[in-house]
């Protein structure tokens, strides 16, 4: 081979590699000749649609008010019978507890002792002041007489009175011995032990509790952009953890007019009615709650994992050139799979569903 058709040669072997190597190149930047540069995030179209508006809220399974009470001591001793366990069903007046009672029975023998005592003193001077009232008229008795049987006979009467209160009180005390269940429920605790001796005040521990699972609501909070929308006898269906294929049904009862205030972010409260006659709910269960308000229809919507929060207000990433950028939104209803965009985006508008992805 001529050394002319060597150089050629070598010279267009050069060639081609340098022509391989640049396609390389750019296939590498590319990923390929003809495709777009990789999106690691999934969009949505901004699109019309009906909604069957509801409010979404987390909230919390609590007894009614009278549905919790709180048993204590009215009177102190040492404790002689517990007959009730925790997880017990009582009824409104069964025995839950007895305090020992001899020293409160001897108090009621004396009381009534001294109110029979008295009695026979006040008997005796009424007949005395009957008779010096009768002599007093025909003068057969002097007027200071007449004021002395009188005010003894007062005295008698005041004595009686004051028997009779003090048997009274010492009766109460000893019916106090005996306590009972004040409504129907199941027992919650029990924060005492037969034999030990409780005591009686406003900071005397209460040691038995009842509540009756008949009677519980949810308090839902909602959100304060969200709470002008709940209104009374909603529909409202809630979900716990305990038993999440089922579906609990009940109604807005109440709106609490106070707020709640947590994380900064401002909550209403929502009392939801609740039918247990299942036995499946218990008080302090974490609730996920529906309520469910009106049909929206032909309204501009975005998934709801596309709406973000930042403080008190609510964001999307929306597509623009290509680069998604942060757009503030005004929303208004809310289903469980879509949220109504009242301003901020247009039809056809693509936003981010979720965070970007982290690089």
């Known amino acids: 081979m001529s050394e002319k058709r060597w150089k050629r040669k070598l010279l267009l072997i050069l060639v081609c590699s340098a022509v391989v190597a640049l396609a390389v190149g750019i296939f590498a930047v590319n990923g390929s000749f003809s495709s777009k540069p990789k999106q690691d995030y999934k969009l949505a179209k901004v699109l019309k649609r009906d909604l069957g508006a509801t409010v979404q809220a987390t909230g919390i399974v609590k007894p009614l008010v009278g549905a919790e009470v709180k048993v204590g001591a009215r009177t102190p001793g040492k404790v002689v019978e517990l007959p009730i366990n925790v997880g017990d069903k009582v009824v409104q007046g069964q025995v839950i507890a007895k305090i020992e009672q001899d020293d409160l029975i001897a108090k009621v023998k004396l009381q009534d002792a001294i109110l029979a005592e008295a009695t026979a003193e006040e008997t005796r001077l009424s007949k005395d002041y009957l008779r010096d009232t009768q002599l007093h008229s025909s003068v057969s008795i002097s007027a200071q007489k007449m004021d002395l049987t009188e005010a003894l006979y007062a005295i008698a009467k005041a004595r009686k009175l004051k028997a009779q209160a003090e048997?009274?009180?010492?009766?109460?005390?000893?019916?106090?011995?005996?306590?009972?269940?004040?409504?129907?429920?199941?027992?919650?605790s029990v924060n005492t032990i037969q034999?030990?001796?409780?005591?009686?005040?406003?900071?005397?521990?209460?040691?038995?509790k009842i509540i009756d699972l008949d009677r519980l609501e949810v308090l839902a909070y909602v959100d304060e952009n969200d709470i002008g929308k709940v209104k009374l006898d909603q529909d409202s269906i809630f979900t716990v953890a305990a038993h999440p294929s089922v579906e609990f049904k009940g109604k807005v009862t109440s709106i609490y007019p106070s707020a709640t205030i947590q994380d900064n972010v401002v909550y209403y409260m929502a009392s939801v009615s609740v039918d247990n006659t299942e036995g499946k709910l218990m008080p302090d269960m974490t609730t996920n709650v529906l309520i469910f308000l009106e049909q929206r229809k032909g309204v501009l919507t975005v998934p709801n994992k596309a709406v973000q929060r930042e403080g008190q207000?609510?964001?999307?990433?929306?597509?623009?050139?290509?680069?998604?950028?942060?757009?503030?939104v005004d929303v208004g209803w809310k289903d469980q799979s879509y949220t109504e965009i009242s301003d901020g985006l247009r039809e056809g508008d693509l936003v981010v569903i979720g965070d970007m992805p982290r690089k």
Do not use: C, H
């Open 167 to 188: 048997l009274d009180v010492a009766k109460a005390q000893l019916s106090y011995a005996t306590i009972t269940a004040p409504i129907k429920g199941t027992v919650a």
């Open 313 to 328: 207000r609510k964001f999307v990433l929306a597509m623009e050139k290509g680069t998604p950028e942060k757009r503030f």
């Open 195 to 208: 034999g030990e001796t409780v005591t009686t005040g406003l900071n005397s521990p209460t040691f038995i």
